[in-house]
């Protein structure tokens, strides 16, 4: 088989391939819109609320890397991170260990201790 021929085959083969992604990527980026359409769903939010408890529960890794970086970020406490994560706290303490994430206590500012304390003694 000639060369020219060879290489007109694959590149052929390769142009089909490469029109193939295209047209799925094509596809998955009108999903929303074609998922909504149809009434599978009423909203772009509940769609991707819907396709991202579905990745957590395909790949529970994710959980504990959500709840780390959420973690890490101070928009989430200790508790609910582990919640998160899918672990008890004290697991989740020896998983940010692991990762060599420092564990943070939110400081009690002194006037909410001297006013609980305040409270308690009047009961």
């Known amino acids: ?17 490469n029109k193939d992604l295209a047209s799925k990527d094509s596809v998955l980026s009108k999903l929303d819109e074609i998922l909504v359409g149809i ?13 991202f408890r579905a990745l957590l529960r395909a790949k529970p890794e ?9 973690y890490k970020k101070k928009e989430i406490s200790l508790s609910k991170a582990a ?9 989740f303490k020896e998983l940010l260990r692991e990762r060599g994430i420092k564990i943070s206590i939110p400081a009690i500012p002194s ?5 609980e304390v305040e409270r308690i003694l009047r009961q």
């Open 39 to 51: 009434g599978k769903y009423p909203g772009k939010k509940e769609l991707m609320e819907d396709a």
């Open 111 to 115: 006037e909410d201790i001297d006013k």
């Open 62 to 70: 994710l959980k504990m890397d959500l709840a780390v970086e959420l």
């Open 1 to 17: 088989m000639p060369l020219s021929k060879a290489l007109c085959g694959r590149s052929t083969a390769k142009n089909a391939k």
């Open 83 to 91: 919640e998160i994560s899918g672990l008890n706290v004290e697991d």
